[in-house]
């Protein structure tokens, strides 16, 4: 079966199960009733006491109800994989899928909460109403610019972690993968110059956590559709009110300067981080051929990669990664935000910033212990990366003044794999014991 007749697989089978269980999550209690008079606890009047306490201190909110272990994920559809600006009721399925992430691989509550609007006002005015349900919000398929700005405005009006995975996941991961790649090919991170193919939330982010790294900002090129990004580019006034974050960076980057196409930016380049079109063939193999020696190439388009990684190893790549499960080197945002939130919530953090992200990177590639050019990037079915990176996000939440609860790395890691662990076992018992109906195929 080749690249593309997989694919047309994996659509078939989603499709044909999306309609067998009709949803990928569901509620359930997790308190006992034995009786139906338990209710006067868990419900009136007993609850009334619970109410009391909280409104005496509402961080209790955190310890006497389900808020310490519940995430938003919230979208308006305008930016849904590759799919483009396809509404909020057609994101529904992507949102229920990273719900279903966040509870496997994390233990998390999470709620898929598509919005209906076109106000970036109205969209942070309902998820600011959130706040009192939720222990962080994840926002989720929101487009470009859109998101930079309602991401700014609300982690600036909230009081707890608000993220989007679209820019500050794929920016950790690709980070992380990063990390290691130039471990292999014996290369620092001062030294390189990186070619960032497309400037949506993705890249725009990652080229941001690069320099909060410490990698050398007038090393990093972008390139778009319109060529090059740099100071004397014709959009660059455009681009100050539009997209400021895009404009800043116009102005740091691309030290030497450099003009003209995509093919020019890659050019004696070390590295190409692309998230840009998902059409195998967008990146030339001989567009690689003219980089340095030891070539990194990333193309995390989806659902198919600017090159396919086969055509990008004829062509003199050394490391590919994709954004894809059937090749080696998945740069996959699945292996960042269940840990990041299990570790942010653990904490009951007041926020989330770059310098949680750089921690967060670093323990992903640091669970690696002996990168090869096949595996830069841990599996998803590693289990224990999953405790280990939120401990180490949770204790850094605490190092950075951030965390309503404080404790030491150790602590954070247990708590975290008990959580973790007991979450898998009851999902194990219910579909050991056919409380959920298997596949066939």
């Known amino acids: 079966m080749n690249d593309e007749e997989r694919t047309a697989n994996f659509n078939r089978l989603a499709i044909k199960y999306s309609q067998k269980y009709r949803g990928k999550i569901n509620t359930m209690p997790k308190v006992p009733i034995n009786k139906l008079g338990d209710f006067s606890i868990w419900y009136t009047p007993g609850v009334a006491a619970v109410s009391e306490k909280i409104k005496e201190d509402h961080d209790l909110s955190f310890e006497l109800t389900g808020r310490w272990n519940s995430v938003a994920i919230v979208t308006d559809g305008t930016r849904v994989l590759g799919l483009g600006n396809i509404g909020p009721e057609a994101a529904m399925p992507v949102m229920e899928g990273k719900a279903l992430i966040f509870n496997y691989l994390g233990g998390i509550n999470a709620i898929p909460l598509p919005v209906k609007t076109d106000s970036r006002e109205y969209f942070n005015s309902v998820v600011r109403s959130l706040e009192p349900s939720f222990g962080a919000i994840n926002l989720e398929d929101i487009e470009s610019p859109k998101c930079f700005f309602i991401l700014d405005e609300l982690q600036k009006s909230m009081n707890i972690p608000v993220w989007h995975d679209d820019q500050l996941g794929t920016a ?214 999953y405790p280990r990176v939120a401990a180490a996000v949770a204790y850094k939440t605490s190092q950075l003044g951030l965390a309503r609860r404080n404790n030491s790395k150790e602590w954070f890691y247990n708590n975290a794999k008990e959580i973790i662990d007991f979450n898998r076992k009851i999902y194990g018992e219910i579909l050991g014991n056919g409380l959920i109906e298997r596949m066939d195929e």
């Open 172 to 385: 950790s991961i690709t980070l992380a993968g990063l990390i290691n790649a130039l471990r292999i090919v014996g290369k620092k991170k001062e030294d390189v110059r990186i070619a960032l193919i497309g400037s949506g939330a993705a890249n725009l982010a990652t080229a941001y956590l690069l320099k909060a790294a410490g990698f050398n900002t007038g090393n990093l090129i972008i390139a778009d559709h319109l060529g090059v990004l740099e100071p004397e580019r014709e959009d660059m006034d455009k681009l100050m009110i539009n997209n400021p974050w895009k404009y800043k960076f116009a102005m740091e980057s691309n030290r030497d300067r450099i003009k003209g196409g995509i093919e020019n930016s890659i050019k004696g380049a070390d590295v190409i981080i692309s998230a840009a079109k998902s059409q195998p063939g967008f990146i030339r193999k001989e567009w690689i051929k003219t980089m340095n020696s030891d070539p990194i190439v990333f193309a995390l388009a989806n659902p198919s990669p600017e090159i396919w990684p086969g055509d990008a190893k004829a062509a003199g790549a050394r490391i590919v990664a994709t954004g894809r499960s059937d090749f080696p080197n998945q740069i996959n945002n699945s292996l960042v935000f269940p840990s990041l939130f299990r570790g942010v919530l653990d904490a009951r953090a007041k926020g989330v910033n770059f310098d949680v992200m750089v921690t967060a990177s670093e323990e992903i590639a640091n669970f690696v212990e002996n990168p090869v050019e096949e595996m830069i990037i841990p599996r998803m079915d590693q289990y224990d990366l």
